[in-house]
Structures are given as C-alpha cells and as structure tokens.
T-cell receptor, first 113, second 109 residues
C-alpha cells in the first residue's frame, strides 16, 4: 500500500485517559501534517514535520497534545488527559515539500466519553 | 490570520444539473489553491491551482483561480449521485493548508 496509513481507525476512550495515534506517510514524502476535523468544519491545522523536525505547532495544540516523528518516517500524536472536546477526526497528511499537493490518510476518529 | 470562505455551505440539486462552488481566500504568502472531495473519510485530491486564469479539467470537473480577486470556483457538469460529498477548498501558504468549512453537495436521483 503506497498511501498514507493511520491507526487506529476508531478509538473510544474515557475522559482523562491518554491516547496515541500513529501515522505512516508515503515513504518518499518529507513533510507530515496533523489536522483535526470536527463535524461540519474543514480540517484545522495542528502541527507539521519536515523530516524529523517539528517546524510549527498551532495554538490549537494545547500542552496535553504532543507529536513526534523520531526517524523522519512515521509519526505519533498523543493526547493526555482527554476531554470531551477532543472528540474529532484526526487526519494525517504527507507531502513532498508541499509542492505537489497533499495525500491524506483515512483518519482516526476519536470519541471521548 | 489566513482565511478561506466557501459558499454555499450546502447545495441540493437534481442529477444532470451543473453546479458551481465558490471559494474566496485571504492569505499571506499564497502559493496554491487546492480542491478536495470528502465523502466519509479522508479528503481526496481534485485540483491544485497556482496560476490565474488557467482552467484545470478532470472529466466533468473543472476549476479556475483568480489571484487578483482572490477566489476560485469548482464546476461540476452533468452531476451524478456519486458526486454527493463535501467539497473542501484549501490554500497552501505559510507552509500549511488552511481549509474552508466546505460545501456539502447532495445530488438527488
């Protein structure tokens, strides 16, 4: 499979628990982005990496959120002490320098109960 | 802060009709304007526009960018039920995509 893979596809968690999502980008893509999408809204930028360096973080990304891309390949997004407001679709996208469009993964749908 | 506004928010038409979706933007460091189709899951790429006035076409879909007036349109002719989806417009500037809220298009058979 040469697309962007995200795991898990769905996650239901209790408020206060920690969750971690994984994204495997297209192998030759050096940029990896995380977005969050809630119902009726377009995706909102969270953070992006160029290779292993995290170059920008949105103000939406509170202290409870952390993302890593340790070897410049896959990335993880962790949410600590989840809140109901964290319920959303978390989308990962990858790109080659941002020049030729972005390929999105199928997303991880998080439900915090 | 970069901003992308899409209109209409929702559109319902009959199969065979032609639709035009609108996208306006206010951005710094504009590089390109992208259109995506989103059904149940991930947005799928349709077009990337960087130059004004040059129409891009793919089958029944076409799109054009006006960099002077800061807007783009997406046209779909002879609509089919499979075109029912949310259509997202996004601008790429400042090294990231900024999306509009999308237009929800529903095609009635």
């Amino acid at each position: 499979d040469t697309g962007v893979s995200q795991d898990p596809r769905h996650k239901i968690t209790k408020r206060g628990q920690n969750v971690t999502f994984r994204c495997d980008p297209i192998s030759e893509h050096n940029r990896l982005y995380w977005y969050r999408q809630t119902l009726g809204q377009g995706p909102e930028f969270l953070t992006y990496f160029q290779n292993e360096a995290q170059l920008e973080k949105s103000r939406l990304l509170s202290d409870r959120f952390s993302a890593e891309r340790p070897k410049g390949s896959f990335s993880t997004l962790e949410i600590q002490r989840t809140e109901q407001g964290d319920s959303a679709m978390y989308l990962c996208a990858s790109s080659l320098d941002g020049r030729y469009g972005y390929t999105f993964g199928s997303g991880t749908r998080l439900t915090v109960v | 802060e970069d901003k992308v506004v899409q209109s209409p928010l929702s559109l319902v038409v009959h199969e065979g009709d032609t639709v035009t979706l609108n996208c306006s933007y206010e951005v710094t460091n504009f590089r390109s304007l992208l259109w995506y189709k989103q059904e149940k899951k991930a947005p799928t790429f349709l077009f990337m526009l960087t130059s004004s006035g040059i129409e891009k076409k793919s089958g029944r879909l076409s799109s054009i960018l006006d960099k002077k007036e800061l807007f783009s349109i997406l046209n779909i002719t002879a609509t089919q039920t499979g075109d029912s989806a949310i259509y997202l417009c996004a601008e790429f500037g400042n090294e990231k995509l900024t999306f509009g809220t999308g237009t929800r298009l529903t095609i009635i058979p």
